[in-house]
């Protein structure tokens, strides 16, 4: 079994997690399921940049520059700021489902549990 097979996996087990709990009818599985599918992205990118070993970033340390001695800075600077922006997303994620739960005393994602007539200030929105 090859390591780029293990890599694949791993993305695409991570990728279907994180898809079955978006589809979840719940807030907080659907936060958790957009966290996983975020890091699932950003392992991908991170694994399309290919993973460099003793290879300088951007200068070549006593050898003269080649396409085999420098690493592509591009993927961990946007992986970088895909985390950061996936963080403030979570936490705005949070705070919706936290007003949700609030406004609705529920937590499912139409604001009422399913089997249950809608309450009627719900319906005049």
């Known amino acids: 079994m090859s390591l780029e097979f293990l890599l694949a ?3 695409g087990l991570v990728t279907a997690s994180g898809i079955y709990l978006i589809l979840r009818g719940r807030s907080w599985p659907v936060v958790l399921g957009l966290n996983l599918l975020g890091y699932a ?3 991908f990118i ?4 290919r993973l460099w070993l ?3 970033p951007l200068i070549g340390h006593d050898t003269p520059p080649t396409a085999r001695t420098l690493a592509d800075p591009i993927p961990p600077a946007l992986v970088l700021t895909a985390i950061v922006i996936g963080f403030a997303t979570t936490g705005l994620l949070l705070e919706l489902a936290l007003r949700g739960y609030h406004t609705h005393h529920s937590d499912h994602v139409d604001g009422h549990e ?3 007539p809608a309450r009627e200030e719900d319906t005049h929105a």
Do not use: E, L, Q, R
């Not at 991170?46 to 940049?49: K, T, V, Y």
């Open 54 to 56: 003793d290879a300088s």
């Open 46 to 49: 991170f694994a399309m940049g």
């Open 41 to 43: 992205v950003n392992a």
């Open 114 to 116: 399913p089997g249950t």
């Open 9 to 11: 996996s791993g993305i």
